[in-house]
Structure formats: structure tokens, C-alpha cells
């Protein structure tokens, strides 16, 4: 395990002249720079891209949340803890926008044991609950990474080949209490094809390198708040499937909505099997999605039927996942002057932005939105003639 | 920058498909496509009128690309040297008069200049609706789409990206239908929770325009207003484009089929063919990798 070479770590290198970056301009002010420093950073989030590289769309993923003495500390404002659980409500619904077919189960550790939050769901409301109640927490004791990682592989390891297992840790002590070897435990998760992310909320701590260098996941220590969000950002985007992982044909159903009103004659209220087992869920109900195989209600989509295990889906939440499997390519910059087709807007300044497919001229600000949130090109003209669809 | 007065941007985006109104023109029906925009104008005006905040946008979709019919490409530095030229003469409000003008001037170069090329026929509404997003990136902003022609199966993708994007950023989209319902238009109306029309009679497109899409989002909650169509959310499988109700996806693209096969058509992966996954496997063996 100790025979990949480590990187060189910050106090080994030369001396880094963080303030030479800065340049002020004639009257004194740091404006431009600033500016600037923040646009290469935006740009930098669109021009990354992984290519042609398979992506797991079908995501099992459980986040290990520290709850030991550690949160406590202030440096996150009002505490770690809140900070964290704040960020994850935010990580948690850019998840089921960005994966609406995937589940997510959250775990808890403190006080050398560890407890399941929730179970692994793909419906994003429980988990907010649950995140929103679990702010009032007494963060004591150690965590345990061993106990939370046993927890995880539990449910994890049942789950069918083809789906990605990933498990993400977000970690503030630098301390953990294990019962057994942790190095066994590494090895049944890169067995089972497990992939183990850490990010750490104190300083780099060694198991959590080599965990995460042998599962295949990625480990990052936070600076700020922000950089914080950042990392768990990277985190929502589909990650390249392994060479391992299976390919198959998945059974879905894909049911209607029925919409039925008292004045109807046919009108029949029913149960919706997702809520047999809360006690204050909605009675009684008019409308809803019935699985196509055994009409068992639900009122939400997705979800795995409970009757005869059938996934039912909508069509649209599949083509939430498209944009990841034909990425827009990234459009190449040039300083000239004219006006965005797309907002209108003049570019005086300004860098242009031109799609290499059609010959579209756009503006910064629409740049990072038709990256960012569209996902398409809004010209599509081809210079010769024909008419096709920007990818 | 006044905090209390919210910018309120109302998009329109008329289908000027010159296919579609032609035939329109020969069948010699009660609406034509100057009609049309006078209708156009009726509700922007009206919409204008309403508060000091609101803004308008119009945007004409052609076959082959989209055209800001208004406002013109020096509206974000304020520049009015040009509207002096368009003084009316019956004492209307200069800037309804303006738009006015602006639309009519627009869309008489659009649709004399723009060919059509190639073998397309269809609008290409998905691009038009990107323009309109990205337009109204700043301000509170609601899109209506006036569809003439028929939907283009090609732009099922970049639209579903568009509708996405708009429910993201919480942006309405109406739909006001003048000949066949739209599949897509109905899934944009219900996703980001628009209304969607279809008009019984082409003549009063002016009236329905004014009753149904002129109030905005909170005052619909006030009104009685036509109900929300039933969205036929089944997916059409890749093979034979029919609407299945229980299908086959491939993990690895995400194409849906309505029979089992081997290789998936699209990404070329070979599938392992395994038991549905309901039932344990006792005698057969599954191939595991351990």
C-alpha cells in the first residue's frame, strides 16, 4: 500500500508569492483584478469536462456525517455542525436535480458508534427533514470511521452491479476509534467496488489518504466555508463509472398520472403505498401514479414499488440525466466587439464567446448560464446550410 | 436601484413559421399572420400598461433560426436616439407606440429576408426559448409561446434542457396552442407550472391572449382559469416510438427499450442477461465478480 510515491506537501515546496498576483491599476484600486481572479474561476468549473468517459447514472451514494466533540468548534460559523448540515440540505437537492434517478442514505457517527440517519431513498424530502432535525444534536465522544463504513457496506454490497456504491465522509476530528483493522476494511470496500470520498474539516489525516487512493475516491481538507461548498459540488456530478461495473437492461415503469375529481363517477380515493408505514402521511386520495404491473398507488415519482418491486419513473427524469451523456463542448474565446445573440446584451471589453459548431456569438454572463444551467446552444445554423442540433 | 419595484419581464415568442401561415393564407382562413401580431400587440401593450416595472421582449421563431422582433440590440445602454422617428400621431403613450412600430418594422424583414433552406420544415422553438432564457437572466421573467406548427421529435433533448433550466431558475412557461396540442409544450406547462391552451377559435386569439396569459403568476390563484390538460408522461421507447408503459433502460445511456436485446442500438454495449431482479436466483448462477 505505501509504495505509490506521496505528493510533496506544501512546507516542502519553494516559497509561493501569493501577492504578486494582485496588480493594481493607475488610480490605486484592485477592482480589475479581483474581477478577473473571479471570472477565471468561474470558467475554470466550465472548461473542466471528463470527455468521452462512461458516467455512473444510477447512484447509490450514503454520506457519513462526523458528529463527534470536533463539530463543536466555531471556526465554521454558528458551529461546524449547522454549517455542514446547512451545505448538505443545498448538496442534497442539487443531488436529485442533477441524479433524479439515483438514492442517497445519510449516517451519523459519534460516541465511537455510528447510526443510520436515514435509509437510502430517492426521494429527496426525507432527508431534508431528517437533515433539518438533526441540527439539534450533542456532538460528543469520537466517531468511528470502521463502524460508519460497516454501516454503509451493509446495504451497499446488496445493491446490483450495474449502479455506482459511493460513499462520502465528511470528517472534522483527526482522531477515530475502530474496533478491528480498518486495512481489512479497506480492502473488502475495493473489493466490493466501493468508492470512499473524504472531506476533511480539520487537516489531512493519513487512513483517509490511503482510503481514499485505494477505493478510487477523492480527498479534500477544506479552507473556507466556500471552498467547502465547492467540494461538495464536485460531488453531485455523475462520476466516471469503473471498467468493472455491469451494463444491463433495467426494468422500469413508467406510469400515468391519473387526476380524478369528486364530480366523476368513477372516482375511487385510495391508499398511496408510500405512506403504509407513516403514521401522520396523507389518507386518502383521489389521483396518483399506479404501477403499471401491479396498480399498487403512489403519489410521487420516482420510487420502487413496494407491491412487486418494479422502479417506476417518469420520461422527463430520465432526461434530466441526457445532458451529462452529451455534454455541451466548451466555446472558444476571442476579445472582438459586437452584441450577444443570445441576450442582446453589447460586449464592449469583453471577451466573446463563439460555440465551434455553429458560429454563435455569446457573451460572458450567457456563456456560464448556457454551460452551467442550459446545457444547449441557442443558435443551431450551421455556416453550410444544414440545420442540426449543437453537441 | 429600487428594491421595491421588481422588474417584470413577459417574453413572447410567436411561431412565424412560413410553411404553416402560408397554407393558413391559402386555405383563406379568419387568421393570418398580421392578425396574429396585432393580437401580439393588443396583449403587449396591455402588459406594458399595467405597471411602470414591466418590460416586454418579443421573439420571432423562424424555420432555421430566432429574431428579437423588440427591443432593439441597444436597449441595455438606454440608447433613444432612434425612437424619434416613431412619434405617433394619435397621442398613445410613446412607448406602445414604439413597440409597436419596432414589431411591425422587425417582422416584415424577418420573413422577407430569411430563406428557407434545406429540407427543414419545422420550427425550431427549443433555440428560441434558450434566447428568451438567457434574456431574461436578471429580472423575474415569464415566457409565452404562441405555437402555429406542428412538434419537431428532433428537439426533444435541447427542449427538455430548456424546461429544466427554466424550473431551475423558476421561470413560467405558457403555452397558447392555434392549431394541434404539443406533446412538449404541455410536459414545459406542466414542469415549470405555466398554463397551457389550446384556442377553440383562431378569430378571438386576442381575447384569450388578454384573459388567460395577461395576469401574472400571483394573480392567477384569483381567477378561474381553463384547467391544467392531463400530460402523457410515458415514454416512447427508441425502437418503434410507441408510448410503452413498462420498458427496458440501458444503464449505461439511458435509451429505453420495450423488448429485451442483447446490444443496446445506441452506445453498442453488450448486456449481460441476467434474471429480473424480483427473483432469487437459486439454480441458475449469476456471473459475480468477486
Redesign the interface.
Known sequence: MDEEPERTKRWEGGYERTWEVLKEDESGSLKATVEEILFQSKRKRVTESHGQV?LG??RHLHVVIDCSRTMDDHDLKPNRLTASLKLLETFVEDYF?QNPISQLGLITTKNKRAEKLTDLAGNPKKHIVALKKAVDTVCIGEPSLYNSLHLAIQTLKHM????SREILVILSSLTTCDPANICELIKTLK?LKVRVSVIGLSAEVRVCTVLTRETGGSYHVILDESHFKELLMLHVKPPP?SS?S????????????T?AYLSDQDAKPSFSMAHLDSSGGAGLSLGGYFC??CHAKYTELPVECKV???TLV???H??????H??PLQAFTESPAEG????????LKDKSIFTCPICGGV?CS??DL??HD?????????IPD???S?CH | MASEEEINLLVIVVDVNPIWWGQQAQRETDLSLSKCLDAVMVLGNSYMAMARTSRLAVIASHCEDSHFLYPGKSWRTGDSSGDDAYSSGDGKYELLAVANNFIAEEVRKVMSKTEVRGNSTDTLLAGTLAKALCFGQEMKSRILVIKAAEDCARQYMNFMNVIFAAQKQNILIDACVLDSDSGLLQQACDITGGLYLKIPQKVALAQYLLWVFLPDSEQRSQLVLPPPAHVDYRAACFCHRNLIEIGYVCSVCLSIFCNFSPICTTCETAFKIQLPQMVKPKKKKLKQPT
Open positions: 462512461r447514472m444510477m436535480d446490483p452491479g450495474h449502479t473489493s463509472a468493472s455491469e451494463c444491463s437492461l433495467i426494468r422500469m415503469g413508467f406510469p400515468q398520472h387526476v403499471p404491473q412487486c418491486g418494479l417518469s420520461a422527463p430520465l432526461a434530466r440525466s441526457f445532458h451523456l452529451f452584441f450577444c445573440q443570445a441576450c442582446q446584451g453589447e455569446f454572463e450567457c448560464f448556457i444551467s442550459l446545457h444547449c446552444c441557442p443558435c443551431y445554423l446550410g444544414t440545420i442540433v
